[in-house]
Nanobody
Framework: QVQLVESGGGLVQAGGSLRLACAAS????????MAWYRQAPGKQRELVAR???????NYADSVKGRFTISRDNAKNTVYLQMNNLKPEDTAVYYC???????????????WGQGTQVTVSS
């Protein structure tokens, strides 16, 4: 079993920065890719950024140039550096990872509990 534990959310003024972290605990054959999603009130959950174990990344257009995703494979931890935050970035941010428990098993998607990010104008 794998657990994803997020940290780093909070309240920040527009233009400020926050760094989120998500640590995966438990043993698995592979944890790849890892990603951040967000869900604002009344909206669907959306992909913010994704990173593979080889550091291939992709971003939502709304965060390109402002957010940077990175990971430490040795620690099974993914980070999201968020700069120049805007009020529209306010949401609950969720960590996500595709996990294979053995080389022969299919991937299963795991989610963290979510961390609130609030950007005031």
């Amino acid at each position: 079993q794998v657990q994803l534990v997020e940290s780093g959310g909070g309240l920040v003024q527009a233009g400020g920065s926050l760094r989120l972290a998500c640590a995966a605990s438990g043993s698995a054959f592979s944890i790849d890719p890892m990603a951040w999603y967000r869900q604002a009130p009344g909206k669907q959950r959306e992909l913010v950024a994704r990173i593979s174990s080889s550091s291939f990344t992709n971003y939502a257009d709304s965060v390109k140039g402002r957010f940077t995703i990175s990971r430490d494979n040795a620690k099974n931890t993914v980070y999201l550096q968020m700069n120049n935050l805007k009020p529209e970035d306010t949401a609950v941010y969720y960590c996500n990872a595709d996990v294979k428990m053995t080389p022969w098993s299919t991937s299963r998607s795991y989610w963290g509990q979510g961390t609130q990010v609030t950007v005031s104008s």
